[in-house]
Nanobody, 121 residues
């Protein structure tokens, strides 16, 4: 299983970016999908979560500005980021909990390679 994140870049404060994360490989079912942010010298923090049924959750710091969505047919998760602020600068990682095969009952956690988001003031 591979997660390929894209869509990062340099944007001015107040601008918008849309991140994508495409999942490929042996997949039976994708459960929750998430986006995390890791600033320079900081820990990796959860930014947004979407369950298999489409329920979403955000920390207060991004609520109302970030929107996570998923396309189950394309095995892709998105993060729409609006009204960007310099403090959200960092590397964004997608994460997914996946049941790889109908023949197994376990699930595994997979991470994408990260995409850099830089918001200038």
């Amino acid at each position: 299983v591979q997660l390929q994140a894209s869509g990062g870049g340099l944007v001015q404060a107040g601008g918008s970016l849309r991140l994508s994360c495409a999942i490929s490989g042996s997949i039976f079912r994708i459960n929750a999908m998430d986006w995390y942010r890791q600033g320079s010298g900081k820990q990796r923090d959860l930014v947004a979560t979407i369950t298999s049924s489409g329920n979403t959750n955000y920390p207060d710091s991004v609520k109302g500005r970030f929107t996570i969505s998923r396309d189950n047919a394309e095995n892709t998760v998105y993060l729409q980021m609006n009204s960007l602020k310099p403090e959200v600068t960092g590397v964004y990682y997608c994460h997914a909990n996946i049941r790889p095969s109908i023949a197994v009952v376990y699930t595994m956690d997979y991470w994408g390679q990260g995409t850099q988001v830089t918001v200038s003031s």
